[in-house]
């Protein structure tokens, strides 16, 4: 069964700083691996996704996140963090063959010092 | 446009009631998605729907669960005898087509509390 592995429940970093969220995952083949991020009240947002092809993806918000089978890892990134980027970050995997049935992570929460 | 709604936002009810939580999708949206968030977890996939079938129900926990979308767009989770264990926030997501390559759509979701 397919799995995901966020490590680090919680990341405290100052603004400014940059950030990177860790994320491991288990299966076999190449599964679609996304990144979302959940701010207080409001709904989960899709920050990337990965599906095939370039390793390094660009999400929104100045976020990327490269995916490097060897490690089974889907990382996520910012080179400068910002105070609004305080929340909760969601790594999840998909390897439904398409149906978009995600496993999602537990869950890194963010904290940012100003 | 408007995104999805869910209603109502939170919750409270004793063990043993029967609930029923509401999800309105963004217009136009075929796929709907229910999700459970406990506490300090990940979403949890429940089920999900194409138009107005479950395209699949593998997540339902048990049988106290049951959803339904009679007419492609709202959609219900109706739990049965309530258990404590249900508490949690109950996620809804739209997305146009069903598949990976379709971005979901989530709603602030509704926090359910069983006492």
């Known amino acids: 069964a397919q799995s995901v592995t966020q490590p680090d429940i919680h990341i405290t970093v100052s603004e400014g700083a940059s950030l990177e969220l860790r994320c491991n995952y288990s299966y076999g083949a190449t599964p679609y691996l996304f990144w979302y991020v959940q701010s207080p009240g409001q709904g989960l947002q899709l920050l990337l996704k990965y599906f095939s092809g370039d390793t390094l993806v660009q999400g929104i918000k100045g976020f990327e996140a490269e995916f490097k089978r060897s490690q089974s890892s889907f990382n996520l990134r910012k080179p400068s963090v910002h105070w609004s980027d305080a929340a909760e970050y969601f790594c999840?995997?998909?390897?439904?063959?398409?149906?978009?049935?995600?496993?999602f992570g537990r869950g890194t929460s963010l904290i940012v010092h100003p | 446009g408007a995104g999805v709604s869910q209603t109502p936002s939170n919750k409270v009810t004793e063990k043993g009631k029967y609930v029923e939580l509401r999800c309105d999708p963004i217009?136009?949206?075929?796929?709907l998605y229910w999700y459970r968030q406990s506490l300090g977890q990940g979403p949890e996939f429940l089920i999900y729907f194409q138009g107005t079938g479950a395209a699949d129900d593998s997540g339902l926990p048990n049988d106290r669960f049951f959803a339904v979308r009679p007419e492609g767009s709202v959609s219900t989770l109706k739990i049965q005898r309530t258990e404590r264990g249900d508490s949690a926030v109950y996620l809804c997501?739209?997305?146009?087509?069903?598949?990976?390559?379709?971005?979901?759509?989530f709603g602030p979701g509704t926090r359910l509390t069983v006492l």
């Open positions: 999840a995997v998909d390897s439904s063959g398409g149906s978009y049935i995600p496993t």
């Open positions: 997501a739209s997305s146009l087509l069903a598949g990976a390559s379709d971005t979901q759509y």
């Open positions: 217009s136009g949206h075929t796929a």
